[in-house]
């Protein structure tokens, strides 16, 4: 059993920050890769961070420069750091972890979602 369980979302004005957080419990290995998704109403869930088992980064071009993804490998948590945030970045950011450590075979596990809504 794996549980993932995302919070730090809320309301914040474009420009603004938050800082979400998820925590990772039950059958898992430290080194697991994770990542952040986000989707909006009508869109498909796309990819806005990820961070393998090693340490290792990746970003879209929507949110380089303005997000950063890390972790604690010994609290099983991974953080999302979003700054300068705008109202496009609207969305439900779910936290998902991979079986692997790379995660280049997908998702194996996702939490039940935490809103951010940015205000014009």
């Known amino acids: 059993q794996v549980q993932l369980v995302e919070s730090g979302g809320g309301l914040v004005q474009a420009g603004g920050s938050l800082r979400l957080s998820c925590a990772a419990s039950?059958?898992?290995?430290?080194?697991?890769?994770m990542a952040w998704h986000r989707q909006a109403p009508g869109k498909q869930r796309e990819l806005v961070a990820k961070i393998t088992g090693r340490g290792n980064t990746n970003y879209p071009d929507s949110v380089k420069g303005r997000f950063t993804i890390s972790r604690d490998n010994a609290k099983n948590t991974v953080y999302l750091q979003m700054n300068t945030l705008k109202p496009e970045d609207t969305a439900v950011y779910y936290c998902a972890l991979s079986r692997q450590m790379s995660g280049v075979s997908g998702w194996d596990y996702w939490g039940q979602g935490t809103q951010v809504t940015v205000s014009s």
């Open positions: 039950g059958s898992i290995f430290r080194l697991n890769a």
